[in-house]
């Protein structure tokens, strides 16, 4: 699936580069990529709903369903004061990069507007990064730690992009525990950016 996902890009970024956005396979992709969206989390329901123990056991979880999004978070902007540490970048900008948590369409316009073009830039290149790098690190985090610690390096791209590597390298009990995290930190996304911003 890894190989599968690099040749998927590689052909993406040729597809976009030659200007052959006006195919129309491609045009109907962009334009349907939210059906496809839904699609995807519609088997991923026929999935669960075949497991007739998984709904009751995330009930069991109750408000430590939490902890996972409320780590990734944490982490993420102990990141950021890390890197911003590292690079001399002020604190404020270096943690709003961060709290992007992988959304980097939103976080690189939203800290665009904040903080200039550069630290835009920035935020949009360090999201995508962190998306392209949990492509690679789910299946070897599933096989050398553990299912649940595959959700961390997806941040709030758990509930879509990088969802089929957690369908294909983890168990439907991860794979809602990875939706659920996705929703959260994502409607997380646009307050932890400005709260870091304007925090430091």
């Known amino acids: 699936m890894v190989y599968l996902a690099i040749i998927a890009l590689l052909g993406g970024i040729a597809c976009g580069m030659t200007g052959l956005d006006e195919n129309v396979i491609v045009s109907w992709i962009t334009s349907n990529k939210d059906m496809i969206l839904y699609l ?13 123990g998984i709904v009751s056991k995330i ?10 999004p409320l780590g990734i978070v944490v982490g993420s902007i102990l990141g950021g004061i890390a890197g911003g540490l590292l690079t001399g970048m002020p604190l404020g900008e270096s943690t709003a990069i961060a709290s992007g948590l992988g959304w980097y369409s939103l976080s690189g316009v939203t800290i665009g507007n904040l903080a200039g073009a550069q ?17 690679f690190s789910i299946p070897w985090i599933s096989k050398k730690l553990n299912y ?10 758990s509930e879509d992009t990088t ?4 369908i294909r390298y983890t168990n439907e009990e991860t794979v809602v525990l ?12 646009p307050f932890l950016i400005s709260f870091c911003y304007n925090l430091f």
């Open 59 to 68: 009930k069991e979880y109750h408000i430590k369903i939490f902890v996972i």
């Open 178 to 189: 990875s939706v659920f995290n996705g929703v959260i930190c994502s409607a997380l996304v």
């Open 148 to 157: 649940y610690t595959c959700i961390a390096p997806a941040g709030a791209t």
């Open 119 to 135: 630290a835009g830039s920035i935020a949009f290149l360090s999201n995508l990064l962190r998306e392209i790098f949990s492509f």
């Open 40 to 52: 995807l989390m519609f088997l991923v329901g026929i999935s669960i709903g075949f497991n007739q």
């Open 163 to 166: 969802l089929p590597m957690m």
